[in-house]
């Protein structure tokens, strides 16, 4: 059983969680509140006693602009993103971060003693999600990241 923190909110979690998803009427659903959803946009997979971090992601016309699976990036519409893990040289690393070509930070999973914390800025279709320490938004005013 692994831990994990986003926003405000500490949950328990099996071999998966999920950050953020899709129900089935289309509608945005925060992880951890709830059944799982049925397209899940954000998720870590917990395993060898690390996280992986997963994502897919896409723009406002539904085309995918991010795929990440077990911290590889596997579809980034125009290189847009890249992944730095730390230590690079340790399989589960300890963190994981993706940024943008501005070198802004779209997501960011690490470990924290036990327990692994999740933070956020990043899009999916119409909706902005920004997920820090002091809680987590859907289409915010500015980014807190």
Not at 86 to 115: C, H, K, S, W
Request: no cysteine; aromatic share 10%.
């Amino acid at each position: 059983m692994a831990t994990i923190r986003f926003g405000s909110n500490t949950f328990s979690a099996g071999n998966d969680f999920t950050i953020v998803g899709v129900d089935e009427g289309g509608n945005l659903i925060i992880g951890g509140f709830g059944p799982p959803p049925k397209r899940p946009l954000v998720w870590v997979h917990f395993s060898q006693g690390g996280a992986f971090l997963n994502a897919d992601l896409s723009d406002v016309d539904g085309e995918t602009v991010l795929q990440i699976k077990d911290n590889v990036i596997t579809h980034n519409k125009n290189n847009v993103y890249s992944v730095q893990q730390f230590p690079d040289n340790q399989i589960p690393p300890d963190r994981v971060v993706v940024v943008n070509q501005y070198g802004e930070t779209a997501l960011d999973l690490r470990r924290e003693g036990t327990i692994w914390d999740f933070n956020g800025d990043f899009y999916h279709g119409s909706w902005h999600i920004v997920a820090t320490p002091e809680g987590t938004a859907i289409n915010p005013a500015s980014s807190r990241v």
